[in-house]
């Protein structure tokens, strides 16, 4: 998981996000939310609009905004809300954030995996059950009595667990090991928390972030072995292309720069280069 700016602009600088038509349409909907309170009916249509959709998808590099996974090309993903619209499982007398249903700043981009309560399936080389887990309508607090209950209520004041990559810095609160698992950074509730609710430990999105974190550390072993660079410049190298925002599991590869040792890259095997002739 890594941070994105929600007040991002395209390349011909048009701000990602629906078009005010949309907003207008939000805007009603909101307004009649309002007004049935628990009642109401989240309307799909107008949260998970084109226009919606198509923005997030653009607005998260079209992958999970929390697990970093690329959008399938061949099925549609959720349009998530963070703060969950119709209930939440951590307190039964909640009505959910209902006035929040159409609000641009609660919705996400999320794969089924991250957003839906699923199992981790077997594998061909992890035969055992695995753990069973999801976002759906979670959203755990540090403190319940900080909950907001309904509108007038502030948002701000809530203790939050779950990491939000449009407010918050992931990368402060998770980070990764070589095998890929993702881990609560220096003791971080935050991230366990995110961690465990999104599902981030799922054992084939493990896998994927181990393969790409193997393919950094490989490259980085060739510029330093072949290209004569010194490990500190291939690593930021790396880090640079493979770390891009716009990459799958950026947030992994990342990882290896903040802590290039954590990653097996004190070895004698990168020395410091040596004076060529012509520099210095």
């Not at 393919?215 to 072949?226: H, S």
């Amino acid at each position: 998981m890594i941070g994105i700016a929600r007040d991002r602009v395209d390349e011909h600088g048009v701000p990602i996000r629906p078009d005010d038509a949309w907003f207008a349409l939000a805007a009603g909907w909101s307004d009649r939310a309002l007004a049935e309170r628990g009642g109401h009916q989240a309307q799909r249509g107008v949260y998970h609009h084109d226009q919606v959709h198509a923005a997030l998808e653009r607005l998260c590099d079209r992958k999970c905004a929390y697990c970093e996974a690329p959008a399938p090309a061949s099925t549609s993903w959720d349009v998530e809300h963070y703060r969950p619209k119709g209930r939440v499982s951590e307190r039964s007398d909640h009505p959910g954030y209902y006035w929040l249903a159409y609000t641009w700043d609660n919705l996400l981009l999320s794969c089924e995996l991250c957003n839906r309560r699923r199992k981790d399936r077997p594998t061909w080389e992890q035969a055992e059950p695995g753990t069973t887990s999801g976002k759906v309508d979670r959203f755990p607090l540090a403190d319940e009595a900080t909950r907001a209950m309904g509108p007038g209520d502030d948002l701000a004041g809530e203790a939050r667990l779950l990491l939000d990559p449009t407010r918050d810095e992931p990368e402060a609160h998770v980070t990764f090991d070589l095998t890929g698992h993702a881990v609560a950074r220096e003791g971080s509730r935050m991230g366990a928390a995110s961690i465990e609710v999104y599902h981030l430990n799922r054992r084939r999105l493990r896998s994927w972030r181990q393969v790409q974190i193997r393919l950094a550390l490989d490259l980085i072993e060739r510029l330093v072995q072949v290209g004569g660079h010194t490990l500190p410049e291939a690593v930021e190298l790396i880090a640079g292309s493979l770390g891009h925002a716009s990459l799958p599991w950026a947030g992994a590869v990342r990882a290896i720069a903040r802590d290039p040792t954590a990653f097996g890259l004190d070895s004698p095997r990168y020395p410091p280069r040596r004076g060529v002739p012509g520099e210095g």
